[in-house]
């Protein structure tokens, strides 16, 4: 992968991880983050209750996940938008497809048969993108969630077969919308 990074156009590269944030704010970090946590959240609380889960398996959802759903997936993403802790671009993703796919392949793959979500995906970046009024006063900002490209790109593959499945199956009621 590195070898056909550096065979291709270097300054197309550097330009994509050079993607610039503004950070031009009068606010204080500690003022953000006083103002951040303490508006209302969805922390719920973890129940570790694995009795009450049926141990139901579908084969259309726990299927080997294939090379073709990935691209389908990458197709559909978006450029210009942010990135998560990992600093993956959603340019990087289409630009470099054709050599990443094997590697999203096996790395998803594992995800799926481990059960196990890495950590790094479930963690956000929070900037805050100021509405109108005084730029000096964290009231005036609204905090936008930055979480993991990779994480979304396995979860939009596994919400295709989600709504895939709940279509065959009639699973969703026309009462719910």
């Not at 056909?4 to 610039?20: A, E, G, T, V, W």
Request: net charge negative.
């Amino acid at each position: 992968m590195l070898e056909h990074l550096r065979k291709s156009d270097p300054k197309k590269n550097y330009r994509m991880f050079q993607k610039k944030r503004a950070n031009n704010t009068e606010v204080p970090l500690s003022s953000f983050f006083e103002h951040f946590k303490d508006l209302p959240s969805s922390n719920t609380p973890i129940v570790n209750d694995t009795q009450s889960i049926q141990d139901t398996a579908y084969e259309e959802l726990d299927r080997v996940i294939t090379k073709d759903e990935i691209l389908k997936c990458i197709s559909k993403l978006k450029r210009g938008k942010g990135h998560g802790i990992d600093g993956i671009l959603n340019e990087m993703l289409l630009e470099y497809k054709d050599v990443l796919i094997p590697f999203l392949e096996e790395m998803f793959n594992r995800v799926l048969s481990s059960g196990y979500f890495p950590t790094t995906w479930t963690v956000a970046i929070l900037v805050p993108v100021f509405e109108k009024g005084d730029p000096s006063d964290p009231v005036n900002y609204r905090g936008i969630s930055l979480v993991s490209n990779l994480a979304k790109l396995f979860t939009s593959i596994m919400n295709m077969r989600l709504l895939l499945w709940s279509d065959t199956y009639d699973i969703i009621t026309d009462a719910q919308f």
